[in-house]
């Protein structure tokens, strides 16, 4: 059977393992982070606390994604998503048995959040380096705005699921049915036939690994001006996310149902932009993309903070995730192509430094402006500060396009072996050379 453009990365089998097993265990995951949000909210009450939470849990990424490059590239990437999973299975297990039991106090929210940061500095590189394994150079773009697609898809499902079962049985049980989803990515990662992969020499010692990842970056411009502007929005327009609960509750009247309702609208909007990105077969114009969505993000962002009515709120979160999703997903992509596939996960790490490690200083930040000066101000303020980066982004990206070509064409002709398809044999890869 011929599938969809759409589609096209699902022809491989193990990416349609890495999809199904996502799809499940990503629900979980957002039904966890809606509860952990609302049992940080109903334990203290603090705006503040809220933002010091996501930072404890997304601090480690900035500090330690630089060593998980170094085991993304060192080691087969299959084996290390594996572990990484099981220990995040494990942390959602204790956090469930410590609120179904009552036993759960603030400190252990920040410690579990805080090791499942370290977990994650592991797995981002080492997750977002293994798509090429999976799929090829061919259908990168594919497999990147699918995995975006599942994502949201889940993050529709989840805080929406998340939001009644917290209001009726408590959060305990979503931290549960988080870590029981674990099981069907691990098994779907199990099951994988990969070909073998070409580790890289371990000639220098680890420090030496890492400053070859950064100084690759530094020399690559249109790499450094995409990380740049992803760390900007992580920093100033993400933080969104972190309020959600003083906006359902404190603004919009909608309670827990109703913060499950918002995270869902955003994720709707996610969902379509990922979809858009998944329908291109070339990163031509992605760069443009990059600096549109990222306005556009701005704009939605102010609209959204001024807005008083819940149903009016939700109509704006749409724009907020769309734009949200086709930033991220085209920087994304144009970062993979643009990498050599021996410096993938270290280039990776930098990428997971910018678009989650970067997100715990807006936490905090947000959290104690929101405290001074409330919410809504806080989200308009960072608003304006993306679509001055877009602009400045957009100004200069046109500069930066023969580059970006050399590194694509410099990357495909360093390109590994093809995977296998879904029927076996191996698929060839294109070598175009247009560039965003």
Same mark, same amino acid.
């Not at 982070?33 to 480690?60: D, E, H, K, M």
């Not at 960072?382 to 050399?406: D, K, Q, T």
């Given at each position: 059977?011929?599938?969809?453009?759409?589609?096209?990365a699902?022809r491989?089998?193990?990416?349609?393992?890495f999809?199904g097993?996502q799809l499940i265990?990503?629900t %979980?995951t957002?039904?966890?982070n809606v509860?952990?949000?609302w049992?940080?909210?109903?334990?203290t009450g603090s705006?503040?606390?809220?933002?010091l939470?996501s930072?404890?849990g997304?601090?480690?990424?900035f500090?330690i994604?630089?060593l998980g %490059?170094?085991?993304?590239?060192?080691f087969r990437r299959?084996?290390?998503v594996i572990?990484t999973?099981?220990a995040?299975m494990?942390l959602?297990l204790?956090l469930?048995?410590?609120?179904?039991t009552?036993?759960v106090r603030?400190?252990?929210?920040?410690?579990l959040?805080?090791?499942l940061?370290?977990?994650?500095?592991?797995?981002i590189?080492?997750?977002?380096?293994?798509f090429v394994?999976?799929?090829?150079?061919?259908?990168?773009?594919?497999?990147i705005?699918?995995n975006s697609?599942?994502?949201?898809?889940?993050r529709?499902?989840?805080?929406a699921?998340?939001?009644?079962l917290?209001s009726?049985?408590g959060?305990?049980?979503c931290f549960f049915v988080n870590g029981?989803?674990?099981?069907?990515v691990i098994?779907g990662?199990l099951l994988m036939?990969l070909?073998?992969?070409?580790?890289v020499?371990?000639?220098?010692?680890p420090?030496a690994?890492?400053?070859?990842?950064?100084?690759?970056v530094i020399?690559?411009?249109?790499?450094?001006?995409?990380?740049?502007?992803l760390g900007?929005?992580?920093?100033t327009g993400?933080p969104?996310a972190v309020?959600?609960?003083?906006?359902a509750?404190q603004?919009?009247?909608?309670?827990a149902?109703g913060?499950?309702?918002?995270?869902?609208?955003s994720?709707v909007?996610?969902l379509a932009?990922?979809?858009l990105?998944?329908s291109r077969?070339?990163?031509?114009?992605?760069?443009?993309?990059?600096?549109?969505?990222?306005?556009a993000? %701005?704009v939605?962002?102010?609209?959204f903070s001024?807005s008083r009515s819940?149903?009016?709120?939700c109509a704006?979160?749409?724009?907020?995730?769309?734009a949200?999703m086709?930033?991220?997903?085209?920087?994304?992509t144009?970062?993979?192509?643009?990498?050599?596939?021996?410096?993938r996960?270290?280039?990776?790490?930098?990428?997971?430094m910018?678009?989650?490690?970067?997100?715990p200083?807006g936490?905090?930040v947000?959290?104690?402006t929101a405290?001074?000066?409330?919410?809504?101000a806080t989200?308009?303020?960072? %608003?304006?500060i993306?679509?001055?980066?877009?602009?400045?982004f957009?100004w200069?990206?046109?500069?930066?396009r023969?580059?970006?070509?050399?590194?694509?064409a410099a990357a495909q002709m360093?390109?590994?072996?093809?995977p296998?398809s879904?029927?076996?044999?191996?698929?060839a890869?294109?070598?175009?050379g247009?560039?965003?």
């Amino acid at each position: 059977m011929t599938l969809p453009a759409t589609l096209r990365a699902l022809r491989y089998r193990n990416f349609q393992l890495f999809f199904g097993g996502q799809l499940i265990s990503l629900t %979980g995951t957002w039904m966890q982070n809606v509860a952990q949000a609302w049992l940080v909210y109903r334990l203290t009450g603090s705006s503040v606390l809220l933002g010091l939470v996501s930072f404890c849990g997304q601090i480690p990424v900035f500090l330690i994604a630089p060593l998980g %490059g170094i085991v993304a590239d060192r080691f087969r990437r299959q084996r290390v998503v594996i572990g990484t999973q099981t220990a995040a299975m494990l942390l959602a297990l204790i956090l469930a048995a410590l609120a179904i039991t009552g036993a759960v106090r603030i400190w252990h929210v920040f410690v579990l959040a805080a090791l499942l940061g370290v977990v994650n500095a592991f797995d981002i590189p080492a997750r977002q380096a293994f798509f090429v394994e999976m799929v090829g150079r061919e259908d990168l773009i594919n497999a990147i705005a699918l995995n975006s697609s599942m994502f949201n898809a889940s993050r529709i499902i989840g805080p929406a699921v998340a939001g009644i079962l917290v209001s009726v049985i408590g959060e305990g049980w979503c931290f549960f049915v988080n870590g029981v989803s674990y099981i069907a990515v691990i098994a779907g990662l199990l099951l994988m036939t990969l070909e073998p992969r070409k580790p890289v020499q371990q000639t220098a010692s680890p420090l030496a690994d890492v400053i070859e990842g950064f100084r690759f970056v530094i020399a690559s411009p249109p790499i450094h001006y995409l990380l740049i502007m992803l760390g900007i929005l992580s920093v100033t327009g993400m933080p969104f996310a972190v309020l959600m609960p003083i906006f359902a509750d404190q603004i919009l009247h909608g309670g827990a149902k109703g913060m499950g309702i918002l995270m869902g609208a955003s994720g709707v909007g996610a969902l379509a932009g990922a979809l858009l990105l998944a329908s291109r077969e070339a990163v031509k114009g992605l760069g443009r993309w990059v600096a549109i969505s990222a306005g556009a993000f %701005g704009v939605a962002l102010i609209a959204f903070s001024v807005s008083r009515s819940f149903w009016v709120s939700c109509a704006l979160l749409l724009p907020v995730g769309f734009a949200m999703m086709v930033e991220m997903a085209s920087s994304n992509t144009l970062i993979q192509t643009m990498s050599p596939d021996r410096l993938r996960g270290r280039v990776m790490s930098v990428y997971s430094m910018m678009f989650m490690g970067m997100a715990p200083l807006g936490a905090v930040v947000s959290g104690v402006t929101a405290a001074r000066w409330g919410a809504p101000a806080t989200v308009a303020g960072g %608003g304006i500060i993306c679509m001055a980066a877009a602009a400045v982004f957009g100004w200069r990206w046109p500069g930066l396009r023969s580059e970006a070509r050399r590194l694509i064409a410099a990357a495909q002709m360093a390109g590994g072996v093809p995977p296998q398809s879904a029927t076996g044999g191996s698929v060839a890869i294109k070598t175009g050379g247009e560039a965003a």
